[in-house]
């Protein structure tokens, strides 16, 4: 099956499994984006909200790639531990609970995401999350 015939579901569900290899090799600075890379378009844009720490709009796969290393730089531990999808067709909606702990504080926390994701030819293109508590993730990661 060729990445463009894939469903968006799976290329989704391919990308999450990619991702876990890419974390537990060590993720940045240890692990290959080329893991990652075949799941998402070279112009894709990722939309954080600007006052997380990682906040901004990431542009195409170096972008993805310094995303990452923001992102590692404030979670010691990020894991989606329940997901829902509630649209399978692009673009996808997913309801994620996440269970993290922050470098700096060392503070746990538990939140929901809930992330359009959008699927062209194959390939992801747009991430959208929305947290319902962006002061609360940047209060935790502020020592």
């Given at each position: ?5 894939m ?18 090799g060590?993720?940045?600075?240890f ?17 954080q ?12 796969h170096?972008g993805?790639e ?7 730089g ?16 692009s ?6 609970h996440?269970?993290?702990?922050t470098?700096?504080t ?5 939140f929901?995401i ?5 699927v ?17 993730i ?6």
């Open positions: 099956m060729t990445a463009s015939s469903t968006a579901k799976s290329v989704l569900e391919n990308m999450y499994e990619a991702e876990a290899r890419y974390l537990a060590g993720g940045p600075g692990s290959s984006f080329s893991l990652l890379a075949p799941y998402f378009a070279t112009d894709v844009v990722l939309y909200a600007d006052n997380l720490p990682y906040g901004g709009t990431w542009r195409g170096e993805l310094r995303f990452f290393v923001a992102m590692s404030v979670w010691d531990r990020f894991e989606m531990v329940e997901q829902t999808y509630l649209a399978e067709t673009p996808l909606v997913v309801l994620t996440v269970r993290a702990r470098r700096s060392g503070r746990e926390l538990a929901p809930l992330q359009t994701v959008t062209d030819a194959g390939r992801i293109s747009e991430i959208r999350p929305f947290y319902w508590d962006t002061a609360a940047a209060d935790a990661c502020t020592p």
